[in-house]
């Protein structure tokens, strides 16, 4: 006799159960490169990262930025875990010895509290600094020579700087940056970059022109990649829901949404974010109604209203 | 009169200052608030009434914004007109409509915005930009799918931020959204980012102190924000967002700014740029959909430019009061304190009267009828029922103008005279009739002929100008040629100036203590230069007399260098004693800092908050300012104290006007004191020095209780009979000190000795609000 099969919520990933917002981290969990849609567009930007890396020479000679714009919800941060996981994984294949710690710093500032973009840069270098100190990428006198630095303000340049001194040439880095929205602090990392060191950025509030204009003033260190990310398209709805459902079928038994209920609510969505906050609470509502939940139940409307509180219709 | 009501505490149903405060659309007003519906208040009231309306519904004629001027005199109601207006605009929207009332700073008008600003204050700003968020994610939630969160928007239940972050939408496009809305009320990408910003943590404060003129923050610096709000352009810019920011859009804003032309009369002198920044601001409020009421005095209608006047949607001007609407006034004042609308103990002459005297100036009449409904008090006391006289209201208003009696009005004049260095006579007759004495006759010695001075009692009826012009002409008749000068020593109504000044080879000055030495040099000047001048005789007699008339200027001078030395004197005792209650204050802070260990007693008042506790320190501080006993005594019984100090002091002791000016300061003091003491027992009685949760429920009536025993106190004590001390306390050696300091010591005083009661009354409900 076979035991009922384990019912899922098919839109929480694996390892991601205690949130279901979190985006994908191949570079973590092996199993969420697979996990990845062409929604947004954001494949044609992957595609573009890929190219940008096969004609790169690895390791390079100078540091890299990439920048990742597109509006709040987008799937920004997705991606750059994913060119991350790629890069690392390119980097490993060029030069098997190579060492290339990821080190995020995407949440080290608080949000409640806005500090200039210098604070801005220094906490976040501090971050990288501690990081390398507990993986021991470090050896103590740099570490002394990083502490002294650390104790003025505006740091993150002389920090960068010592750190490039340091690495020696089979070590490179790939830095996470906390989001941004000020093309000063973007002049400034670009500025800091030394070899073998790779840094991600997100904006969601600077646009093309704030772009550019980084790549104006920063065109004598280095050319920032920059990757936009756009918003839903039509059909990418359909396609997010119907993929995570098809994949998660062999890992337990679920309802599903019959394809005039998700055309119905797509036309709600802007971002990705959005869908999948709203699509994931609702099956987990469901689940957690102890209403029937088979593979052969359907998830309607109703359940979207009433998980979601949206009310009454107007 | 009955032993129950002698044992009754009285209240009179007139206020002594007759100032209007500037309130708030939900604050009570202090005492009793009559109008009188004047047909100026009726036209202001209708032309809001019907902004307002318009608002509501669209079948009504529409007046979507409006710009309205209140124009008066001083003490002809403005404020009083305006705090009504924002009243009836409480009224008309159930509170739901944003209304501003705020007095403009002369000196700044950096000040009134940021009154403006503060008045909004951080919350309903950032709020009104919420609101703009809010309906944007409204807008992109109401696919028709999700009715609740939407209606939660639409009514507020929720912030769009919650929304946002619970929903996760998408944050960066939707404050796109506000920032295009934004620059629909500002093209200042400036103001569109920083209100902008206050839909996001962390930037509050930054955004505020830069709203309110501060330097930009280094986080507003990164975003753009790199000026600081500071030109004259740049504050109606800012004016006009606020306008704009809580009207339009279908909302009703209302912004009364009091005495507004005294922007203009600061700005014109040091900026250009205020005509083009205020025709700028009526531009927005139009396109706001604005009310905005200007108050100001009528000359300021001539200040603005025909552009600037056609944006007007109308002028109300605020005349004096008839004698029908003054009669009316005091009936509703006294059914409002008496519940019963009567007119005696004023009879419909003495007011008829008293309007003449005041020319129908609110204030002036308020203060004339506080005079008289106490004086008839206690007349009344001492069991004379007589109703109010015209002897009594002519008192009354001597004393509430300044006017001199007759021997002070003569030095006051002899002083003026010898300052110019004039040359004089008292009491001259110039002919043989008696209708020919002149009260001073002035000689010049390059001309041939002199100038007649006439002293007037208040000239307020064609009879009076009768009477002068008769001994005018008598004068003139008598010396032809002759020039004329006239000192009126009370009031001189508009009727009546006009009269004289159809008198040919005449001027006219209303005695004044503050200018009265420049006002009469001025008039000597301009007889002297119309007199013929004598013939040459030889050049010795000439230059004798040019030598004769040096010597009096220098005379005068030298006068004038010993009166300046005693101020400078008078204001370092002021100075040292200063000095002795900072020593004192600062010892006992290190009492309070060192924990009272020591033996210095600890100021009981020093649990009252400290607005409250200032209002009771400059209050008698400014009483010991004008009496100046303590200098006086400590001058007179110094050891190398010279004699004739010792007989000036003789001299005011004796007087029986200055003691009894000294026996109200004391008791002032007293009351003040007491008033104080009363408060501290109120203040720790409800815990409100404990910064309890919830104060007593009765504490605000034990508040009332307190304050309108002060009130009721102080009708018998009013800083206004501490004018003798003006005239006293000069400085102890010879000559006259400049009266602007006393004038302006005795002014500050009673604002702050009449107005406390009021005053201590707001202040500790805010308190009572605030939790202490």
Redesign the interface.
């Known amino acids: 006799m076979t035991s009922p099969a384990k019912r899922i919520n098919p839109f929480i990933v694996p390892h991601f159960e205690d949130g279901y ?1 979190r985006p994908l981290r191949p570079f973590e969990h092996a199993s969420h490169a697979d996990l990845y849609l062409a929604v947004d567009d954001s494949q044609q930007q992957f595609d573009r990262f890929t190219q940008y890396v096969r004609n790169m020479r690895l390791p390079p000679e100078a540091g890299r930025l990439i920048v990742v714009t597109g ?4 799937g920004k941060s997705a991606l750059i875990n994913r060119c991350v996981h790629h890069l690392a994984d390119r980097l490993r294949t060029a030069s098997p010895a190579m060492s290339c710690p990821i080190i995020d710093v995407t949440s080290v500032l608080d ?7 210098s604070d801005r840069m220094d906490i976040a270098c501090d971050e990288i600094v501690d990081d390398l100190r507990g993986r021991r990428l470090i050896g103590p006198d740099d570490l002394t020579e990083l502490d002294m630095i650390a104790r003025s303000k505006g740091h993150t340049n002389r920090t960068f700087k010592a750190i490039g001194r340091c690495m020696t040439a089979d070590q490179a880095m790939i830095v996470l940056l906390p989001r941004s929205e ?1 093309t ?1 602090e973007l002049i400034g990392y670009a500025k800091a970059l030394r070899p073998r060191i790779f840094i991600f950025a997100e904006s ?2 600077l646009d093309d022109q704030d772009i550019d204009q980084v790549v104006r003033d920063t065109e004598m260190w280095t050319t920032p990649l920059h990757l936009r990310v756009g ?1 839903l398209n039509p059909g990418d709805v359909r396609l997010f829901v119907q993929k995570r459902m098809t994949d998660s079928t062999q890992r337990g038994q679920f309802p599903r949404m019959r394809d005039g209920d998700i055309d ?2 797509a ?2 969505y ?2 990705i ?2 869908l ?3 699509i994931a609470r609702t099956f987990q509502y469901r689940l957690d109604s102890g209403l029937s939940y088979r593979d052969e139940d359907w998830i309607d ?1 109703a359940d ?2 009433v998980a ?7 | 009169m009955s032993d129950e009501s002698r044992d009754t505490p009285f209240h009179s149903p007139f206020s002594s200052m007759a100032v209007a405060r500037i309130s708030d659309a939900d604050e009570q007003t202090d005492g009793v608030d009559i109008t009188v519906p004047t047909d100026a208040i009726n036209e202001a009231t209708a032309y809001v009434t019907e902004y307002f309306q318009a608002g509501r519904s669209t079948n009504s004629r529409q007046l979507n914004a409006a710009v309205i001027l209140i124009l008066g005199e001083l003490g002809t109601g403005k404020t009083h007109l305006a705090g009504q207006l924002v009243r009836t605009a409480a009224e008309l929207s159930s509170g739901s409509v944003q209304s501003v009332h705020i007095e403009a700073n002369g000196e700044n008008l950096l000040r009134t915005y940021q009154q403006m600003l503060d008045n909004l204050g951080l919350d309903r700003v950032r709020a009104r930009v919420s609101d703009f968020y809010a309906d944007i994610v409204a807008r992109q939630l109401d696919t028709g799918l999700s009715g609740g969160v939407v209606d939660s928007l639409r009514n507020r239940e929720v912030t769009p931020r919650e929304v946002v972050s619970g929903h996760s939408l998408m944050e960066s496009a939707l404050l796109r959204e506000v920032r295009k809305e934004l620059q629909v009320v500002t093209q200042q990408k400036t103001f569109v980012e920083a209100l902008a910003l206050l839909l996001r943590p962390g930037f509050d404060d930054a955004v505020w102190s830069w709203l309110h003129g501060a330097e930009p923050a280094p986080i507003l610096v990164e975003r753009g924000i790199t000026e600081q709000i500071l030109t004259t352009i740049d504050l109606f810019e800012a004016m006009g967002v606020l306008a704009l920011l809580f009207g339009g859009r279908e909302r009703r804003f209302l912004l009364v700014i009091d005495e507004f032309d005294q922007i203009f009369s600061l700005a014109r002198r040091v900026d250009d740029g205020v005509m083009t920044g205020f025709q700028k601001m009526l531009e927005v409020f139009t396109k706001a959909e604005a009310c905005l009421v200007l108050c100001g005095q009528p000359n300021f209608l001539n200040w603005l430019g025909p552009a600037n006047r056609n944006r007007i949607t109308a002028t109300v001007q605020l005349t004096g009061l008839t004698v029908d609407q003054a009669r009316q006034f005091i009936e509703l004042a006294q059914d409002a304190e008496f519940g019963e609308a009567r007119l005696e103990p004023f009879t419909p002459d003495a007011v008829a009267y008293m309007v003449a005297l005041t020319n129908g100036n609110t204030r002036q009449f308020i203060r004339m009828c506080h005079r008289l409904f106490q004086e008839h008090h206690n007349q009344v006391l001492a069991g004379d029922d007589q109703l109010i006289t015209d002897a009594m209201v002519r008192g009354a208003a001597r004393r509430q103008f300044g006017v001199l009696g007759s021997e002070e009005i003569d030095a006051a004049i002899r002083e003026a005279l010898t300052v110019g260095g004039r040359n004089y006579r008292h009491q001259h007759l110039l002919g043989s009739s008696r209708d020919t004495m002149v009260d001073f006759w002035l000689t010049f010695d390059d001309r041939q002929l002199g100038c007649a001075l006439f002293v007037a009692g208040s000239l307020v009826s064609e009879a009076d100008t009768a009477a002068l012009g008769r001994r005018i002409s008598a004068v003139q008749a008598a010396v032809p040629d002759v020039q004329c000068v006239v000192v009126v020593n009370g009031t001189l109504g508009p009727e009546q100036s006009d009269a004289l000044r159809d008198i040919p080879r005449t001027e006219v000055t209303v005695y004044s203590a503050r200018t009265f030495i420049d006002d009469l040099g001025a008039l000597v000047r301009i007889a002297h230069s119309q007199l013929p001048p004598v013939a040459v005789t030889d050049q010795f007699s000439t230059m004798n007399q040019r030598m004769d008339e040096l010597n009096r200027r220098q005379a005068a001078a030298y006068n004038l260098i010993g009166q300046l030395a005693d101020h400078v004197d008078r204001a370092a005792d002021q100075a040292d004693q200063r000095l002795d209650a900072l020593r004192r204050e600062i010892s006992g802070l290190r009492g309070v800092v060192r924990g009272g260990d020591d033996d210095a007693p600890t100021d009981p008042a020093q649990v009252l908050p400290a607005q409250l506790r200032r209002l009771f320190t400059e209050a008698i501080r400014a009483l010991d300012e004008v009496t100046q006993v303590e200098p006086m005594l400590n001058q007179a019984l110094a050891p190398d104290a010279p004699p004739k100090i010792i007989t000036t002091v003789q001299g005011r002791v004796s007087n029986s006007d200055y003691r009894e000016a000294i026996a109200i300061a004391t008791l002032l003091r007293h009351v003040i004191t007491a008033f104080r003491d009363r408060m501290v027992v109120w203040f720790t009685s409800n815990g409100l020095d404990q910064s309890t949760d919830a104060p007593p429920t009765n504490a605000e009536s034990q508040l009332e209780d307190v304050c309108r025993s002060y009130d009721a106190v102080v009708e018998f004590l009013p800083p206004l009979d501490l004018e003798a001390l003006v005239r006293f306390t000069r400085p102890l050696v010879d000559g006259p000190t400049p009266d602007t300091g006393r004038q302006s010591r005795h002014r500050r005083l009673l604002e702050l000795v009449e107005a406390l009661g009021p005053n201590v009354r707001q202040a500790a409900r805010r308190a009572l609000l605030t939790g202490g």
């Open positions: 917002m509006d709040t919800g987008c949000t409640e509290q806005e500090l200039t973009v000020l000063a969601a509030f918003q119905t609510i036309s709600r802007r971002s974010a959005h999948q906050r709203e409307l979207f209203r979601n509180r949206w009310g009454a219709t107007s």
